[in-house]
């Protein structure tokens, strides 16, 4: 009991002295906030300091805090599959819903507009004083939907198939039997799939689309010739003045030869 009171008098001094001398905000609290400040910018410096010069340039080298790259990165990977983290799944999902060009502006700028001018608008619009969950039905409803939907999102984004190659071969006999591609079109089918031209081409529902890059499952029905499309994936900006389209001659004549010969037989389902 008496150490209650003791400490009630202590405050009651306390607050009393604050009356008589209170410190002014500037140079008290300000000096403070700068000390404050500086000590954690230099532990970051300490830390960052020990896990520098405890580690070397070798890949995987732990040091005393972790090592400074797990793998060194290379820039000329065409199989990398970027993913994010867990949290950004839903997002992540949602790219994939809309599709380029249709629907990406009213993706990336109609809905989230929308959605921005609802909420601005929702105090101007529900005005009523009620705070009980039980008596705001449509709010309660439509956090439940967000929280579903983006609880489906982060589900399907999780599950998301890449178009890793070794998921596009598994592909090439569905492909073999569904366009009916004669024997010599086999080679060019898995080196499709493994050269990562599904990153933006659709063969056969598979794949992905990007950069307004044509479904490539009746590829051979325009009846250009092998040796047009060798020219083409040679140097695609050569033949399509503009197109965005990276050159594929690194493959070397015989894979490019390959290719041609797939794409020429590719005349859609059940061989066009
Ligand atoms: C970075 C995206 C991208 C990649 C990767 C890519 N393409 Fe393309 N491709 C395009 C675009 C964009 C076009 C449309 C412009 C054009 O025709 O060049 C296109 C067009 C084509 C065409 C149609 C040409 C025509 O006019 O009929 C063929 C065939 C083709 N690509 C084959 C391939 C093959 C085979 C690969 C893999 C070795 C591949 N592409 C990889 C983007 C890509």
């Not at 790219?95 to 060009?101: A, G, Q, S």
């Not at 109609?110 to 609802?118: A, H």
């Not at 569905?174 to 591609?181: M, R, V, Y």
Request: proline content about 7%; overall charge neutral.
């Amino acid at each position: 009991m008496s150490s209650l009171k003791e400490r009630r008098a202590e405050f009651a001094r306390y607050k009393q002295d604050v009356k008589e001398r209170g410190k002014p905000f500037y140079p008290h609290a300000m000096f403070h906030d700068t000390i404050m400040a500086l000590v954690v910018v230099a532990v970051i410096i300490g830390l960052t300091c020990i896990w520098y010069f405890t580690t070397s340039e070798e890949p995987g080298d732990a040091g005393l805090l972790g090592p400074r790259y797990a793998e060194k990165a290379d820039p000329g990977t065409i199989s990398f599959v970027p993913r994010p983290d867990w949290y950004f799944y839903f997002l992540f999902y949602l790219l994939r819903i809309f599709k380029w060009p249709e629907s990406v502006i009213l993706g990336t700028v109609g809905i989230p507009t929308i959605l921005v001018l609802l909420l601005i608008a929702l105090p101007f619009v529900d005005r009523r004083m009620e705070r009980r969950l039980s008596r705001r039905p449509i709010a309660v409803i439509a956090a439940a939907l967000v929280v579903a939907s983006m609880a489906v999102l982060t589900w399907k984004g999780a599950t998301a198939k890449e178009n890793v190659a070794s998921e596009a071969l598994a592909e090439v006999p569905q492909w073999i039997e569904k366009n009916k591609l004669p024997a010599e079109a086999e080679p060019g089918a898995e080196l499709f799939a493994g050269s990562g031209c599904l990153n933006c081409h659709v063969y056969l529902g598979g794949g992905a689309q990007a950069l307004g890059a044509p479904d490539l499952t009746d590829a051979g029905a325009k009846n250009r010739g092998v040796e047009w499309q060798i020219e083409h994936l040679k140097c695609p900006a050569c033949v399509n003045p503009g197109s965005p389209m990276p050159g594929f001659a690194a493959l070397g004549d015989d894979q490019l030869r390959e290719l041609a010969i797939f794409l020429e037989a590719s005349k859609g389902p059940g061989g066009g």
